[in-house]
């Protein structure tokens, strides 16, 4: 029995890191691959809502005019972003136990990791650990 909860704990730990760097990949590579992300969100609408080709169409279109602006919006937002949440990030950990502070900062950093923007145009893309975009933080 005991031999079995093992076999278990650890196929859960391997198969649960496992997923964490694909989920990290995959973020990566549409950090890097804007364009690709605006199709994929695309097709993910089309099977959601179960769109006829024409709605397809022009969801696609306007997806096509949007994104950019869009992008370039998160990108001039995000300084501000990341300097507001710093100060949210010092202010709770002040108030928290130690055991606390470390659960905090791996919520913060979920947070920087999900709002990283991608890079200008141009430049290669760095996840929230400053490593290029291509290659998962804590990957390979």
Same mark, same amino acid.
């Given at each position: ?17 496992? /997923? ?15 364009? +690709? ?14 769109? /006829?080709? $024409? ?50 900062? +791996?919520?913060?950093? /979920? ?6 923007? $991608?890079?200008?145009?141009?430049? $290669?893309? /760095? ?8 290659? $998962?933080?804590?990957?390979?």
């Amino acid at each position: 029995m005991l031999l079995m909860l093992i076999v278990f704990v650890s196929g859960l730990a391997v198969g649960s890191g496992l /997923t964490f760097l694909y989920v990290e990949y995959r973020r990566s590579y549409y950090l890097a691959h804007p364009e +690709e992300a605006r199709k994929r969100f695309t097709a993910r609408l089309k099977r959601t809502l179960h769109l /006829t080709d $024409p709605q397809a169409r022009q969801v696609q279109a306007i997806m096509d005019e949007r994104w950019p602006k869009f992008q370039e919006t998160r990108r001039q937002m995000y300084p501000a972003f990341r300097d507001h949440l710093d100060v949210i990030h010092a202010e709770v950990a002040a108030v928290l136990r130690e055991d606390q502070r470390a659960t905090w900062d +791996e919520y913060i950093e /979920t947070i920087r990791r999900l709002w990283n923007p $991608p890079p200008p145009t141009g430049a $290669p893309a /760095t996840g929230a650990t400053g490593q290029p975009a291509s290659v $998962p933080s804590g990957g390979p």
